[in-house]
C-alpha cells in the first residue's frame, strides 16, 4: 500500500512500535493528517478518534492507566496543543507515559502571521519530562540524529521514572503526497540500567565471546579498581585499549600517528566508549568510517551520545564491574590486539615531545592541567606517573578559562600542579595572573608556538592566506613583565632552573617552532 511521503513521520511511527505504543488517540485536523493517514496506513496501531483535544488527552490517560503501555495523542498545529496540558499535567505527578505529538508548521513561519500557528515548542514544558522539535528534513544525515533524539525522548517517556513528553513534528506542504512504504530504518538503542555490581547476563551473552573489542577511553577521574580491570584484558588480549591522557588510565595507547594506514587495521567488531569527548579526530573518523561496528556507551549521561553514529547500546554501570564481566566471556583476539597496539600509541623523538616529557618526570609528584588546540594534543604524545592526575577542560573543549582552571585547581589541592599552555590560551586568560591567590607550588609552562599554532595543522585553516592575520594571530604576551608584576618566577627557555625552582609560582616559556603541531600531528 502506498503511503504519506513523510521520512520524519514514519521513522516517529517506527520509534514508537519499538517503544511499545500499539493505541494512538488521534483529534481531526490538516496539519495532522500525514501522521494520522501513517500510522493507520501501517496497520499496526489502534487508533482512537476525539474531536476535542482536551478530552483525548484525558482519553489517552485512561487507556495507559488500563494498559500500563505507553499511549501516543496526535493533535493539529495552533492552539490544539494547549489543550493538552491538564491531562499531561495529570500524567506527569501521575507518572504516566503520554507521548504528545503536536503537528507544527515550519519553524520559518512561527511569529509570521501564518494562521493555527504559535511557539508551540516548550509550550507545555511545565508538565511534560522532556520536549524535542523534529523538522521536515528527510535528508539522510538529519534522519540518523532524528532517530538518535526519538531514542532519548522515549526512553524519558518509558525508564524509571515514566511520564508525558512531547514531539513537536515539522510538517511542510504538500502535506498528503503519496509513496511506496520506506524500508525501516529506525535504530533502537537499548539501555541498561544495572542497580547493583550485577551486570545483566542478557547483555554480555549478546556479545560474541570471540569479538573483536576495542576500548575508547576519554576524560575520567582516576579510578584504580576500573584500571586494574582494563589491564587485565588488555594483557590477557581480549580487547585493544585506547585511553586519552585526561581519561587517567594511564600506560594505554593515546594516540595515532601520523602515517597510520587505518585501512591495514582489523575493524573492531564491538567498540566500548567511556568518558568524556576525545581530542582524537582521527580516531573519531575512523570510527564512523566503520559501518558494522556495535557502540556500546559505558556510563552515566543525562542524554544518549552517538559520538560515531553507530550507537546501539547505553550501559548504565560501574565500569570496572562491566570490564570485569566481560573479561570473563571473552575469548583472547591476539592478532587483533598485537595489530592495534603495534599501530599506535609510539613513542615520539619529537623535539618538543621529548622537552615536554622532560618536565613531566621532573615533576613525578604533581598533578597536570592541559589547555586545548595544540598544548591537548601534545599531552597525548606524554607518559605520565600512575600516582598523577590529568585534567584538561574537554567538555567543551574550548581556551577560555584554562588557566584560571588549573589555578582554582591549584588552589584546592595538596600537591603541585603542572599547567600546560599555548601562548594565545595564555593571552585569551590574563584575568587568572591578578588572582592573587596561586600557590608557591604552581607552576606554569606556556608554549610560545608564535600563536595559535593548531591552525597551522587543522585542514580547515592551514592552506588559508589569511591564516596567520585572522587565525594564528601570534599574541601580545610580555610573559616577563607580567610575571613581575603578579609574583611569578620567570624562565625563558630554562628547563633546568625552572625544575629546580623553590618559594614562588613560576611560569616557563618554552619556545617552539612555528608550525610544529603541523609536523607533528
Not at 532519548?152 to 511542510?172: H, K
Not at 556510563?299 to 553514529?309: A, K, P, R
Amino acid at each position: 500500500m502506498d503511503t504519506i511521503a513523510k521520512p520524519t513521520v514514519h521513522l516517529l511511527a517506527e520509534a514508537l512500535r519499538a517503544y511499545g505504543v500499539r493505541r494512538v488517540v488521534v483529534s481531526p485536523g490538516s496539519r495532522c493528517a500525514p501522521v494520522t493517514a501513517a500510522f493507520h496506513r501501517s496497520g499496526f496501531f489502534e487508533l482512537t478518534s476525539v474531536i476535542d483535544e482536551r478530552a483525548a488527552a484525558f482519553v489517552g490517560l485512561g487507556i495507559a492507566l488500563q494498559t500500563g503501555s505507553p499511549v501516543a495523542l496526535v493533535c493539529t498545529s495552533g492552539t490544539a496543543p494547549l489543550n493538552y496540558g491538564p491531562a499531561l499535567a495529570e500524567a506527569y505527578y501521575h507518572r504516566v507515559p503520554l507521548i504528545a505529538i503536536t503537528t507544527d508548521r515550519p519553524a520559518a513561519l512561527v511569529d509570521q502571521r501564518d494562521s493555527q500557528t504559535i511557539r508551540q515548542l516548550g509550550a507545555l514544558s511545565s508538565v511534560v519530562r522532556k520536549s524535542i522539535g523534529i523538522a521536515d528534513d528527510a535528508s539522510p544525515r538529519y534522519l540518523s540524529t532524528v532517530s538518535r533524539r526519538l531514542n532519548e525522548i522515549l526512553t524519558e517517556a518509558t525508564g524509571r521514572i515514566p511520564g508525558p513528553v512531547q514531539i513537536n513534528l515539522e510538517l511542510d506542504a504538500p502535506l498528503t503526497p503519496l509513496a511506496p512504504a520506506p524500508a525501516s530504518s529506525f535504530r533502537k538503542i537499548e539501555t541498561w540500567r544495572v542497580s547493583d555490581k550485577n551486570i545483566p547476563a542478557g547483555l554480555i551473552e549478546s556479545i560474541p565471546s570471540g569479538a573483536r573489542i576495542l576500548v575508547v577511553a576519554g576524560g575520567l577521574t582516576p579510578d584504580a579498581e576500573l584500571q586494574k580491570a582494563l589491564y587485565t584484558l588488555a594483557a590477557d588480549e581480549k580487547a585493544a585499549i585506547f585511553a586519552e591522557t585526561q581519561s587517567n588510565l594511564h600506560g594505554f595507547c593515546t594516540h595515532f600517528p601520523g602515517d597510520i594506514d587505518f585501512s591495514s587495521l582489523p575493524a573492531p567488531d564491538v567498540v566500548v566508549s567511556l568518558g568524556g569527548s576525545l581530542v582524537s579526530g582521527r580516531m573519531k573518523a575512523y570510527l564512523r568510517r566503520c559501518k558494522s561496528i556495535r557502540h556500546i556507551s559505558l556510563g552515566y549521561d543525562d542524554c544518549l551520545v552517538d559520538t560515531f553514529f553507530r550507537l546501539s547500546d547505553v550501559v548504565e554501570a560501574d565500569a570496572a564491574t562491566f570490564f570485569n564481566a566481560l573479561s570473563e566471556r571473552l575469548t583472547p583476539s591476539e592478532e587483533f590486539c598485537r595489530e592495534w597496539l603495534s599501530t599506535f600509541g609510539r613513542t615520539s623523538a619529537w623535539d618538543t615531545v621529548q622537552r615536554l616529557q622532560s618536565l613531566v618526570d621532573a615533576f613525578a609528584d604533581a598533578d597536570f592541567h592541559f589547555s586545548n588546540g595544540s598544548s591537548a594534543r601534545y599531552a597525548q604524545l606524554l607518559n605520565f606517573p600512575q600516582s598523577s592526575r590529568v585534567e584538561c577542560n574537554r567538555g567543551v573543549s574550548g581556551i577560555d578559562g584554562a588557566t584560571s582552571t588549573a589555578m582554582g585547581y591549584a588552589l584546592a589541592s595538596p600537591k603541585p600542579v603542572v599547567f600546560f599552555t599555548g601562548d594565545m590560551s595564555a593571552a585569551y586568560d590574563l584575568g587568572a595572573f591578578a588572582l592573587g591567590l596561586v600557590p608557591d607550588t604552581f607552576r606554569m609552562v606556556v608554549l610560545d608556538n608564535q600563536g595559535g599554532d593548531i591552525f597551522r595543522a587543522v585542514a580547515t585553516t592551514k592552506h588559508l592566506e589569511e591564516r596567520e592575520q585572522y587565525f594564528v594571530m601570534p599574541p601580545c604576551l610580555p610573559l616577563d613583565r607580567l610575571s613581575q608584576a603578579y609574583g611569578f618566577t620567570y624562565f625563558d627557555n630554562d628547563i633546568h632552573n625552572f625544575i629546580n625552582h623553590n618559594g614562588t609560582p613560576a611560569i616557563l616559556r618554552l619556545q617552539i617552532a612555528p608550525g610544529d603541531a603541523d609536523k607533528l600531528f
